[in-house]
């Protein structure tokens, strides 16, 4: 059976070698093996954590013609409100029974104190995690910083309201897709109803773990690495007991390289085989990707 694994980043961080060692190997057997893993003592405030989700209720309990003020418009800029069933994260099904709230450095400066506080520590965690690929990856150690340090990142605020009339046949509250970016960071609460795709093509659970971030790998790292380490699809499932009836409230982090940094194999990468894609430019594929979810509108 397989089981995400529950990585402490302290160890990481204020280890010596030899332990940081350890950790290194950890990380790269979950996103060989799965792309998932839950981090322990990511160092983001849980007060800050918590006024980020107050946020994000008092947000989506606005009137709908208020959060519409602030409608997302384009894939240029991939920010603002998108409203329920407006987002298609499986192309094969329907809209998806979600609102979410997309910010990226720019908005969040002009919204909310707290906003740019979090954005600012999930941004520092996600360098501290990226280092930490660079040292299983064999790569110099500021190969992804220097590759990420426009800021090019997105955090999400997503809402997955109360269902009071049976969904459509095959609606779900997220369909099954893969990330778009290097790696995501999840925080959700306890509702439930993530769910991971093995590499078996099994589909198992993504629970809340207290204290914990979920991290995942997205399409880019996983063509830079030549699906050394694998973007794993996901989707969020309907509840069938009682908390079908219950808001779902989740935060996600999407960490972007720069917009003109190409994406090619790692020389790395290509001890067990040749590379699996051509080069391509991280804001191109990103363009690409936000095109086909949002319909070219």
């Not at 160092?43 to 959060?67: D, H, R, T």
């Not at 997503?158 to 290097?182: I, N, W």
């Not at 790692?266 to 040749?274: A, D, T």
Request: net charge negative; hydrophobic share 35%; aromatic share 10%.
């Amino acid at each position: 059976m397989v089981i995400i694994p529950v990585i402490d980043l302290t160890v990481f961080t204020n280890g010596n070698t030899a332990t940081r060692q350890v950790v290194i190997k950890q990380i790269y057997q979950a996103c060989h093996e799965i792309g998932f893993f839950y981090l322990q003592n990511s160092g983001i405030s849980k007060n800050l954590i918590k006024e980020i989700f107050s946020y994000s209720k008092s947000f989506f309990n606005l009137a709908l013609e208020v959060k519409q003020k602030r409608a997302w418009s384009d894939e240029f800029s991939n920010t603002g409100y998108v409203g329920i069933e407006r987002e298609r994260l499986d192309a094969n099904k329907l809209g998806d029974l979600k609102e979410a709230f997309n910010v990226n450095k720019q908005v969040a400066v002009g919204i909310d104190v707290s906003i740019v506080a979090f954005y600012d520590s999930c941004t520092e965690l996600a360098n501290t995690i990226l280092q930490a690929y660079t040292l299983a990856l064999e790569l110099p150690e500021d190969f992804f910083s220097i590759r990420h340090n426009q800021q090019n990142h997105t955090l999400r605020l997503l809402h997955y309201p109360p269902l009071q009339t049976p969904p459509k046949p095959g609606q779900v509250r997220a369909g099954e897709h893969s990330d778009y970016g290097s790696i995501t960071l999840l925080f959700q609460d306890d509702v439930g109803g993530l769910e991971v795709q093995t590499a078996s093509g099994e589909w198992i659970a993504a629970p809340a773990i207290p204290d914990t971030v979920i991290v995942n790998t997205g399409d880019l790292m996983q063509r830079w690495t030549n699906h050394v380490f694998c973007s794993t699809k996901h989707r969020v499932m309907i509840p069938s007991d009682n908390r079908l009836n219950q808001s779902r409230y989740s935060i996600a982090f999407f960490c972007h390289p720069n917009d003109h940094t190409e994406i090619a194999c790692l020389e790395s990468c290509q001890k067990e085989q040749s590379p699996i894609y051509p080069p391509i430019l991280a804001g191109e594929y990103l363009l690409s990707r936000l095109q086909a979810t949002y319909g070219n509108s």
